[in-house]
């Protein structure tokens, strides 16, 4: 499954721009040092927090995208810097819980 | 010298705080990490009169080779920070400027505070840390290089930011950092 079909079949909002990529697996955290000593290249990062440093931690453990919960706003910075070094940021109104569900009907399991 | 061609992994992470400290008499700042959340009760010490200012949420680790099991601790790594491009003339900045052309993503790493600028990071952890995080990753993409701290020429003026949970329990969008000296 790649990150297109995930903002197709889940219907997600993706806020920057990058080149589509395979998704594998998922890691649910809305801590940073959870994301770098846990996530696996290629997870799907489940997470509210907005903050621009979630790009260079995305980027760091090579996540295939981020995808930013309960319809938080995310700030203008954030986006631009995820831009910048190709970097996924999607978005939905739905909770994480809910999304992890629909995730998981979609086969998506941890890695 | 070994010739294994090391595989690294993450060990041994022990989840904690990166405690600031700064002295209202002469200004210093200084980190340590506690696994406790200590409180920020001002002491004494000499002249010096340190109060905790900030507690970042972080961890440490070591990197183990998982064909021969060599082991590198890296307790001294503070964190690591990444440039927001604060300083045109900046060693880092032209450094990743550079590197962005060849989709090789920088990062500085960071011994405790305070930094000494004739005290870089250990070249050869900075290696096996830029190697472990390649070696995870789909390196056809982008890559990533590690750096040192004393790369910084004006870390007074520096507003790299780390890459900890630094206020971000409240789930608020914490402002700009403040020079860190
Ligand atoms: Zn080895
Ligand atoms: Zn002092």
């Known amino acids: 499954m790649t990150t297109q079909d995930l903002i197709e079949k889940i219907g997600l909002k993706a806020l920057s721009k990058f080149d589509p990529r395979e998704v594998d697996g998922v890691f649910v955290s809305d801590m940073l040092s959870d994301v770098m000593a846990g996530a696996q290249s290629g997870n799907l990062w489940v997470t509210v927090q907005v903050h621009k440093s979630i790009v260079p931690a995305a980027n760091l453990v090579d996540v295939s995208a981020v995808v930013v919960t309960g319809g938080k706003e995310v700030p203008k910075d954030t986006v631009e810097l995820a831009t910048k070094h190709d970097i996924a940021i999607l978005a939905t109104d739905m909770a994480s819980f809910e999304l992890v569900g629909k995730l998981y009907n979609l086969g998506l399991v941890a890695k | ?181």
């Open chain 2, 1 to 181: 010298m070994s010739d294994c061609e090391h595989i690294w992994k993450m060990t041994n992470i022990e989840f904690g705080f990166i405690a600031f400290e700064k002295c209202s008499h002469c200004q210093a700042v200084r980190t340590h990490f506690t696994v406790d959340e200590e409180s920020g009760d001002e002491y004494r010490e000499g002249d010096c009169l340190w109060s905790r200012v900030e507690n970042a949420q972080s961890f440490r680790f070591d990197l183990q080779c998982t064909k021969c099991n060599l082991a590198v601790k890296y307790h001294d790594l503070m964190g690591l920070l990444y440039c927001t491009s604060c300083m045109e003339d900046c060693e880092v900045e032209k450094i990743q400027k550079e590197c962005a052309a060849r989709k090789t993503w920088i990062l500085v790493a960071f011994g405790f505070l305070p930094a000494k600028k004739d005290k870089p990071f250990p070249p050869h952890k900075l290696e096996i840390l830029t190697d472990y995080f390649n070696q995870r990753r789909d390196t056809t993409r982008s890559r990533m290089k590690i750096v040192s701290h004393d790369l910084i020429e004006k870390f007074s003026l520096c507003k790299g930011e780390f890459i900890h949970d630094r206020g971000m329990l409240s789930l608020e969008v914490p402002e700009e950092r403040k020079p860190l000296l």
